[in-house]
C-alpha cells in the first residue's frame, strides 16, 4: 500500500468518523483513489462509492450461549463461583423481624400484652430495636410490660 493510499484511508476515516480499520477501497480503482490529493477528492470517491464505511464488527455471542446452556443446567453455580457474604443481611434481617412479629403475635392472643403495647412493641420490632426473640422476651419482662397471672 502507498503512502498517498495510507494518507487517503487517513482522511476518508476521518471524514466518515470512524476509524481507520473500518475503512474499505475498491481494489479495482486504486489508481482512482492514488489520484487523491485533497479532502474533496476523497469526498467525491466517498460519493461514488469508491470508498467505503466497513460495519461495526459484533461480538460472537457464542460463549454467552455456552454459558447461558451450563447455568440453565445448574452448572457453575457452586458456594466457589459466589461473590460477596455467604448470607445476605436482608435475609438475616427478614428472618429476625419474621420470628419476632410471630412472637409478638402469639403473646398477644394469649391475652399476655394489650393491643396499646402490642402496637408499641411491634413499632420498636420494626425500628430494628431488638437483636432477637430473646432479646425481646427479655425487654418486656425487664420493663413489665408483659403480664404473668391471666384469669
Do not use: C
Request: charged letters at 35%; hydrophobic letters at 35%.
Amino acid at each position: 500500500m502507498s503512502v498517498t493510499v495510507k494518507n487517503v484511508r487517513r482522511l476518508a476515516a476521518h471524514i466518515l468518523n470512524v476509524g481507520e480499520t473500518r475503512i474499505w477501497i475498491d481494489p479495482q480503482q486504486i489508481d482512482r483513489v492514488e489520484a487523491a490529493i485533497t479532502r474533496e477528492d476523497v469526498k467525491r470517491l466517498i460519493k461514488d462509492d469508491v470508498i467505503r464505511k466497513i460495519p461495526p464488527a459484533t461480538p460472537s455471542r457464542g460463549r454467552l450461549r455456552k454459558k447461558r446452556v451450563q447455568r440453565k443446567k445448574g452448572r457453575k453455580r457452586g458456594p466457589g463461583r459466589r461473590k460477596g457474604p455467604r448470607i445476605e443481611e436482608k435475609e438475616l434481617w427478614i428472618a429476625r423481624i419474621r420470628s419476632q412479629r410471630r412472637y409478638l403475635k402469639t403473646i398477644k392472643e394469649k391475652m399476655l400484652i394489650d393491643a396499646s403495647t402490642y402496637r408499641r412493641i411491634r413499632q420498636l420490632i420494626k425500628g430494628g430495636m431488638f437483636r432477637s426473640v430473646s432479646h425481646l422476651r427479655s425487654y418486656l419482662l425487664d420493663s413489665g410490660l408483659l403480664r404473668t397471672n391471666v384469669n
